[in-house]
């Protein structure tokens, strides 16, 4: 079925990072944070309630006094959800894992921060102890959720390179969330080429990657598939 949101929105959001996030009731409800609106980065978080019979709305998510501070205001960064029988040191069963993005125009980030979305109020734990190589500073790259508490991270932006224009990845990222280690992952094959703002989907055991910017600046319409 195809649902067509409602006009309501917060602002005028370009690029922030939206997610379905876990309910105890008959209703799940979406998650935004972050984003551009083309005038400056935003770093809020807001919920979009939707009710069979009452209004829909989006509702601004307020941290409870003394809890962690949210991640800095930001673009093109990616938040993952992951629903796990694995817990974690940082969050229970069910966490949204925001990693890095571009603050401004050129200052891209390489920091992990975890919101806890099961329990009855949302905290965030901002950069967690980490191990492993991360997958340094990066943006408009894909992170997916591909079962047993594992976040793959593929391709971004990862700055400006020397000639102004910028550096794209292929690299290729395991996120283990119940040990909170990064590796690199090297599969056999040859990798899409270097892109960013492309799409990666999980269907049955593969995840497919289409599209992107490529190095040329163009926009891609290959389509690759991860086993």
Known sequence: RLVVLPSAQPGSDK??????????????????????DLLSCKGDLQKFVSTKRGPTAWIP??????????????????ATLVSTAFSTSVAGDNAVYVYGGC???????????????????????????VSGASPGPRA????????????VLFGGARGAG????????????????AKLAWSAVRPAGAPPPPRCAHSATCVGDALLVF????DDGLCADGVWALE
């Not at 690029?15 to 551009?36: I, Q």
């Not at 910028?166 to 283990?176: A, F, G, I, P, Y």
């Open 140 to 151: 408009w790259h894909s992170a997916n959720d591909v079962g047993r508490g594992r976040v």
């Open 103 to 129: 603050r401004g125009v050129a200052k891209y980030l390489d920091d992990l921060h975890v919101l806890d979305v099961f329990g009855g109020s949302m905290r965030w734990t901002a950069r967690p102890d």
């Open 15 to 36: 690029r922030p990072a939206l997610f379905r996030a876990p309910a105890r009731g008959a209703h799940p409800s979406l998650l935004l944070f972050g984003g551009w």
């Open 61 to 78: 998510v307020v941290a409870d006094a003394g809890a962690p501070p949210p991640p800095s205001a930001r673009r093109g960064h990616s």
């Open 162 to 177: 020397a000639d102004g224009g910028v550096l794209l990845s292929n690299e290729l990222h395991l996120l283990d969330t």
């Open 211 to 214: 599209g992107g910017r490529g």
